[in-house]
């Protein structure tokens, strides 16, 4: 254990040489995580890649209260080379930059510590190019870079090289000290959690990349790559060497492993703009509109901030006859590139508005057949892994790398970013003609996300003459079932993970109007607009559609005639009701008539011919019995039932039981709601007789019993057949 005073700042040439020593034993004991064998010894960089990333570092680094100032900045940008467009060098400056802003703290200690400030005479504006250049020291170790002949060289570059080289082992004495205080093993763990999680998925995060099917197909572009050496796989999961897999979600997406860009970028698909590199957010965003367009709708497309973005939803719609309305692109001195651009990639639906978009009017008279709007407001983009990559490809401001180098934003600025979304949307919401919008944000943070679109809706305009708009579900496929979980409220989220980015996606639409209901001539024109109907005649559809609608009108007049009908019925059953009880009191008086030999009764019944016209049928079977002679036969004064109900031909059926005579105390009851077909009789004061049927009598329904629902009090008498 080191003793307080081996912490303390080496004021001797030997005390100097044993700190080294112990920071030699340190990192061979604990070497940095990045480190590898197979990784090549870090030469450094070239001096425009210096001044560039300190005048990025000088407009992103952390301000600090006067109290706690250690290392004063100066407002004055280094005098830099004419800025590269090599992507190349713009990928090395910013991350550059954000690493020594990951490491502000720590790098200022050091120079503090290590008497570099404030015992020498360094200009302010210097100080950026300091820290910039300190870290890279550091991080190859304090070994002295490589210098290339071929590169010119840049005379504060040199200055502070040569600063830096002359306080050697006085920082790397320092440094071990700090790595000591915070018990870390490397720097990289002095970092907040949150910062060294997403360095770690941004290190395996993979290389997403969509076709420009203008001008290739995805089976021509599959051939291709396997003629490269490349192997075709299901699953990203599975990527390792040199393999690609298609987007579940995005039908003309790639995926690549991370470490094959340097060699993708080299074959023609990449060169000749057939295959682009793009995060998998804006795919999304622009697959969903898509989903929304028919065939002549235009596009409204608002912060895209991406050229490629542009592309990419003008190559979606290259079939249809939709153009594609873009604003926020402010400097004139783009245009010419971007028209270029737009010509390489053979994207021809594409016109550029240079207002703001809340500058524009919702009445602009050629916005009028705009239907969806494709909104992707500035956000903290905190879901992304790879800020440094998000920032080149998306054209965002650099400023978004002082809320990762932190691990979040802070409060008022959430604030702010909130408020500029909550007012582009409401402006979108505000175009009459539009129908969809399309709200697309990388942010973790519900702020941004569904307070936002909830609080759209909530104060959106009711007054006007259109329909207000209401939340929609996902348009997306959901291929997992954490996706299902996470989009159970309508919206589409994607978390930060090792194989993707964080991503929110909702999507409003208009409520359907109850006034402009489509008609089936609308619905078939379409279809056969876009060839669904080729060798189908429509005429037909067209009588159905008459036919249905006279079928409708008439439905009031057969309730009125069933109604009229069920009345007479009622009447006629107390007629008949009141004659039949008169005529059980006189045959009591009456000598019994002999028995008519009877029938079989199974299987099998014989059916015979009626020999009295004046039979009646809606008296009961055991009251019929009281006189032989009388046959099972329909009415000929019954009022007759309507064609299309009678479904069965019924048969007149005999059936002789010995006779029996029941008095009747009171009228039966008559339920006039019982259809036609069944009659039924009761006792008073007794359950409901079995229904007699004007069918086949051995045909029965199913759980009725006839003989055991008759009521315990009627006398029985021994069958003669028996």
């Known amino acids: 254990m080191l003793s307080s005073s081996e912490l303390q700042f080496p004021d001797e040439n030997n005390s100097e040489i044993s700190q080294l020593a112990l920071l030699e034993l ?7 995580e990045k480190a590898s ?70 790098l200022e200690t050091i120079l503090i510590d290590s008497y570099i400030f404030p015992s020498t005479t360094i200009p302010d504006h210097l100080s950026s190019l300091i820290i910039v250049m300190l870290y890279d020291f550091q991080d190859r170790k304090f070994q002295a870079r490589l210098l290339s002949d071929n590169k010119e060289s840049i005379a504060e570059v040199q200055e502070v090289e040569n600063l830096l080289n002359s306080f050697k082992t006085k920082l790397a004495a320092s440094l071990a000290r700090c790595r000591i205080k915070h018990d870390a093993l490397s720097i990289y763990h002095i970092l907040p959690e949150t910062v060294r999680n997403q360095e770690l998925r941004a290190s395996t995060l993979p290389l997403y990349a969509w076709i420009n099917t203008c001008v290739i197909s995805p089976e021509e572009v599959y051939h291709s790559l396997r003629r490269k050496g490349y192997s075709k796989v299901r699953s990203v999961w599975h990527l390792g060497g040199k393999v690609f897999a298609v987007d579940q979600h995005c039908y003309d997406v790639l995926i690549f492993p991370s470490h094959l860009k340097n060699d993708l970028l080299n074959i023609d698909l990449f060169k000749d703009y057939k295959l682009i590199f793009q995060d998998k957010s804006r795919s999304l965003a622009v697959h969903s509109v898509k989903a929304l367009l028919n065939m002549d709708d235009d596009i409204l497309m608002v912060n895209t901030g991406s050229w490629y973005t542009i592309a990419h939803m003008s190559v979606l719609t290259n079939n249809n006859a939709s153009k594609i309305f873009v604003c926020g692109v402010q400097s004139q001195t783009k245009h010419p590139d971007l028209k270029n651009f737009f010509t390489k990639m053979g994207c021809k639906n594409i016109e550029i508005l240079h207002e703001t978009f809340l500058n524009i009017e919702s009445k602009d008279n050629k916005l009028q057949n705009v239907k969806v709007i494709l909104l992707l407001p500035r956000c903290s983009g905190l879901g992304i892994s790879n800020p440094v990559e998000f920032i080149l490809n998306e054209h965002e401001d650099a400023d978004l790398l002082k809320d990762f180098s932190q691990g979040g934003t802070s409060e008022d600025k959430l604030h702010v970013l909130a408020q500029q979304q909550y007012e582009q949307l409401t402006h979108a919401m505000k175009f009459a003609k539009a129908q969809a919008v399309v709200y697309c944000t990388c942010s973790v943070y519900p702020e941004e996300n569904e307070a936002v679109v909830k609080k759209a809706l909530e104060f959106q305009d009711h007054g006007a003459k259109v329909q207000p708009y209401r939340l929609s ?40 109007d109850p006034s402009q209901t489509v008609s089936v001539e609308d619905v078939l024109a379409r279809a056969a607009a876009k060839g669904l109907l080729e060798g189908i005649d429509l005429g037909k559809s067209s009588k159905r559609e ?66 009295k016209r004046n039979s009646n049928p809606l008296v009961p079977a055991f009251i019929k019995n009281t006189s032989p002679s009388r046959t099972h036969e329909r009415p000929t004064n019954f009022v007759r039932s309507r064609p299309e109900d009678r479904l069965v031909v019924l048969k007149p059926v005999e059936i002789v039981l010995p006779p029996v005579i029941f008095p009747f105390p009171s009228p039966l009851g008559i339920r006039p709601h019982i259809p036609t077909q069944y009659f039924y009789s009761r006792w008073p004061g007794s359950k409901p007789l079995i229904p007699s049927f004007p069918s086949t009598p051995s045909i029965s329904r199913s759980g009725e019993k006839p003989k055991e629902n008759l009521p315990s009090s009627l006398p029985r008498c021994r069958p003669p057949w028996l």
């Open 473 to 512: 579900p996902p348009v997306l496929p959901l291929c997992s079932l954490k996706e299902i979980r996470l989009s159970t409220d309508t919206f589409f989220r994607m978390e930060p993970s090792d194989i993707t980015n964080g991503c929110f996606l909702s999507i409003l639409t208009r409520e359907r």
């Open 26 to 32: 340190l990192e061979d004991a604990a070497p940095s």
């Open 546 to 611: 008459k036919k249905k609608k006279k079928s409708k009108t008439s439905l009031p007049k057969a309730s009125t005639d069933s109604n009229s009908i069920q009345m007479k019925i009622a009447e006629f059953l107390n007629r008949e009701t009141q004659a039949n009880a008169n005529e059980s009191e006189r045959s009591t008086t009456k000598t019994s008539l002999p028995q008519k030999s009877t029938t079989q009764v199974g299987s099998s019944l014989q059916v015979r011919k009626p020999n």
């Open 37 to 106: 064998s197979d990784v090549p010894p870090k030469t450094g960089y070239p001096d425009s890649v210096y001044i560039t990333s300190a005048n990025i570092f000088q407009g992103i680094r952390t301000e600090k209260s006067p109290e706690k100032v250690l290392i004063k900045y100066g407002n004055e940008p280094l005098r830099s080379l004419p800025e590269s467009e090599d992507e190349s060098f713009q990928r090395l400056s910013y991350e550059l930059a954000f690493s020594a802003l990951k490491y502000q703290d720590i």
